[in-house]
Nanobody
Framework: QVQLVESGGGLVQAGASLRLSCAVS????????IAWFRQAQGQERSMVAV???????NYADSVKGRFTIERDSATKTGHLQMNSLKPEDTAVYYC??????????????????WGQGTQVTVSS
């Protein structure tokens, strides 16, 4: 059973940067696609970014050019580098993994393993 632990959230001002991390326990890290989702208060959970097991990436339009998703096989950790943060980025951020043989997906319902979430708050 894979377990995910997120870290790195916090309260920042608009224009600042944060780096979220997602530690993935268990083996076969390289067999997972890793995704970051976010859920603002009163809204549905939505995809932020996905990195496949082969390193391909995909981003929500709202974060393109500001956020970068990465993965580190040596430490079995996924990262989300968030630059030029805006108040509308305020949300709880979750990492999730999906076995690569299941194919790529940007839908939260297709991910079976989730972290506990980390709060990101951006003040104006």
């Amino acid at each position: 059973q894979v377990q995910l632990v997120e870290s790195g959230g916090g309260l920042v001002q608009a224009g600042a940067s944060l780096r979220l991390s997602c530690a993935v326990s268990g083996d076969r890290f390289d067999s997972y696609h890793i995704a970051w989702f976010r859920q603002a208060q009163g809204q549905e959970r939505s995809m932020v970014a996905v990195i496949t097991s082969s390193g391909s990436t995909n981003y929500a339009d709202s974060v393109k050019g500001r956020f970068t998703i990465e993965r580190d096989s040596a430490t079995k950790t996924g990262h989300l580098q968030m630059n030029s943060l805006k108040p509308e980025d305020t949300a709880v951020y979750y990492c999730a993994v999906r076995r690569s043989y299941l194919g790529y997906s940007g839908r939260s319902s297709d991910y079976g393993s989730w972290g506990q979430g980390t709060q990101v708050t951006v003040s104006s």
